[in-house]
């Protein structure tokens, strides 16, 4: 594909200038869900509670990932995902995805993650999978880890 200089210059200057936009991200705004709902075209619905909102994903492969809100600030503090295929976890974590695959291959092998930053716990075999992720400096005070399922 060929791109004129005309049009690289403000497509470079948008991607610089508008990153939350254009990346869903693990701590991201409410408009991350939206982003990573349309990347992983996957149909959304939410679900809320007192103290945070779940975003459901449904994708197409049949796996359904989960993504949770904080009410008060907006914030996705984790995510959840279950079914026949793994997600996209660079997409659904982000900004934080080379952490996770630096603490992944420090461990040389498979498990979980679970730095004082982020914690991923990802389990399955063929045409079952399931796991989550979460910050735990972004949980809402009176949300306890095993919640994000």
């Known amino acids: 594909m060929n791109i004129s200089k005309p ?3 403000p497509m470079l200057l948008a991607g610089l200038l508008f990153p939350a936009q254009s990346r869903a991200d693990l ?3 409410p408009a991350s869900i939206a982003a990573d709902g349309h990347a992983l075209n996957a149909t959304l619905r939410s679900q809320p509670s007192t103290l945070y909102k779940v975003s459901i994903l449904q994708l197409p492969s ?3 990932v989960k993504e949770f ?3 008060a ?3 996705v503090f984790g995510i959840a995902w279950q079914g026949p295929f ?3 976890l660079k997409q659904l974590l982000g900004s934080h995805y080379n952490a996770y695959v ?11 993650v679970d730095t004082p930053g982020l914690v991923v716990r990802s389990d399955g075999h063929m045409r079952a999978f399931s796991g989550q992720g979460y910050l735990p400096n972004l949980l809402p005070s009176g949300v306890a880890p095993s919640e994000i399922q």
């Open 73 to 75: 600030t907006g914030t």
């Open 27 to 29: 701590g991201g705004n």
């Open 86 to 88: 793994m997600p996209d």
């Open 62 to 64: 049949g796996t359904v």
């Open 102 to 112: 630096g603490a992944m291959h420090a461990k040389m092998g498979p498990g979980s």
């Open 7 to 9: 049009l690289c210059v």
């Open 69 to 71: 809100s904080d009410n």
